[in-house]
């Protein structure tokens, strides 16, 4: 089970750093962060391999974000920085048990949290 958290209203230009807290089975490996803006596809941001920390991420997020993880916690985080309007979206964690193939679609995961929403906006 995952539950996403730590998103909320931001002015352009500010910070936000989500959390995904892993509960139950901790059997998955690598856990994605996702957006969905209103009317749009759901958009893949970034994963972290729980093992060894091996990250990726999308253009849209090379640079502002920063996925990092604590596996003591079982949690996931998002630093989000010099956010802008067009990143307001319901923001989404992910996880996946196997490894291999694709990572950048949402049928690529198993498991969902419930969304968070970040709005940016002054």
Excluded: H
Excluded at 19 to 39: M, V
Aim: net charge positive.
């Amino acid at each position: 089970q995952l539950q996403a958290s730590g998103g909320g209203l931001v002015q352009p230009g500010g910070s936000l750093r989500l959390s995904c807290a892993a509960s139950g089975s901790s059997d998955y490996y690598a856990i994605g962060w996702f957006r969905q803006a209103l009317e749009k596809e759901r958009e893949w941001l970034s994963i972290i391999t729980r093992k060894d920390g091996t990250t990726w991420y999308a253009d849209s997020a090379k640079g502002r974000f920063t996925i990092t993880r604590d596996n003591a916690k079982s949690t996931v985080y998002l630093q989000m920085n010099s956010l802008k309007p067009e990143d307001t979206a319901v923001y989404y964690c992910s996880a996946r048990r196997i490894w291999g193939g694709s990572y950048t679609r949402p049928q690529d995961y198993e498991y969902w949290g419930q969304g968070t929403q970040v709005t940016v906006s002054s």
